[in-house]
C-alpha cells in the first residue's frame, strides 16, 4: 500500500480570473487537520478583504479511513468545497489541504460556474506540484569496519540506495531503506567479497518520486 503526496514542505500558489472574478489557490501539504486549518486560518488572516476562503483537505490516519473536510464559506452549497474536495480526491493525493480565494468581480457565475471556477482552481494548482509516493519498505542493516565504510556509503549511493550511517567505536553501522533487497545483498557480497551480510531489521517509510501510471520511467528505492 502507498500514499500520493506533494513534496514535503511544498507549497504551491496559483490564481485565476473569471468574469472579473479572483480566485486564488494555494496547495500545501500537511500531516494533520491541526495543520489544515492552520493554512485555511492563515489565508484569511492574508486576504481580510476577500469575500470567499473555501477549502478542502484530506488527511491520512493510520488504520483508518482518511479524513475529508470541505468548506463552502458562502457560496452556494455545493459549489466550492466539495467540488474543490472531488478534484483532490480525483488526483489520489492525500496529506494536502487547498484553499481559494475569491474576490467578486461583480458579475455572477452561476452554479456551473462556479464549480468549473472552483475545480479548475484546485487543477491549476495540481498541475504546478511535484508529487511523491510514500512506501512502507523492509530497512537492512550491515555492520561495516571504519577503514571501508566509506567506500559502501560510495557504492549504494550510486547505486540509488540512500544509505543511514551510524559512527560507533566498535564499526560502523549502515542502514538502507529499500523494495530492492536481493540487489542490495547481492551488491554487499560483491563488494565485502562474502565477508559482510545484510539482516532486515523492521519497516520504513520512504518517499520516492511519483511514477504516473503513463510514465515509463523507474523509480529509484
Do not use: W
Request: aromatic residues 6%.
Amino acid at each position: 500500500m502507498s500514499d500520493v503526496l506533494l513534496e514535503a514542505g511544498a507549497r504551491y500558489e496559483t490564481e485565476l480570473e473569471i468574469k472579473r472574478s479572483r480566485f486564488i489557490t494555494v496547495l500545501a501539504r500537511v500531516s494533520t487537520e491541526a495543520e489544515a486549518r492552520a493554512v485555511i486560518d492563515g489565508e484569511k488572516r492574508r486576504f481580510p478583504d476577500a469575500r470567499h476562503h473555501c477549502s478542502a483537505y484530506v488527511v491520512s490516519i493510520p488504520s483508518s479511513a482518511p479524513i475529508h473536510r470541505s468548506s463552502d464559506d458562502g457560496e452556494p452549497s455545493g459549489t466550492a468545497g466539495r467540488p474543490m474536495l472531488d478534484t483532490l480526491l480525483g488526483a489520489g493525493i492525500t496529506d494536502v489541504v487547498a484553499v481559494v480565494t475569491r474576490y467578486f468581480g461583480g458579475t455572477l457565475l452561476g452554479t456551473g460556474g462556479l464549480v468549473r471556477a472552483y475545480s479548475d482552481s484546485v487543477t491549476q494548482a495540481l498541475g504546478q506540484a511535484q508529487l511523491v509516493e510514500r512506501r512502507i519498505v523492509p530497512r537492512y542493516q550491515a555492520a561495516l569496519p571504519h577503514s571501508d565504510a566509506g567506500k559502501y556509503v560510495a557504492a549504494f549511493s550510486s547505486a540509488g540506495f540512500n544509505p543511514e550511517v551510524e559512527y560507533h567505536d566498535h564499526g560502523v553501522e549502515l542502514r538502507i531503506s529499500t523494495e530492492r533487497g536481493t540487489a542490495l545483498a547481492a551488491m554487499m557480497a560483491e563488494l565485502s567479497a562474502g565477508n559482510v551480510g545484510v539482516v532486515q531489521i523492521d519497516d520504513a517509510i520512504i518517499e520516492v518520486p511519483y511514477l504516473d501510471k503513463h510514465d515509463a520511467t523507474p523509480l529509484k528505492s
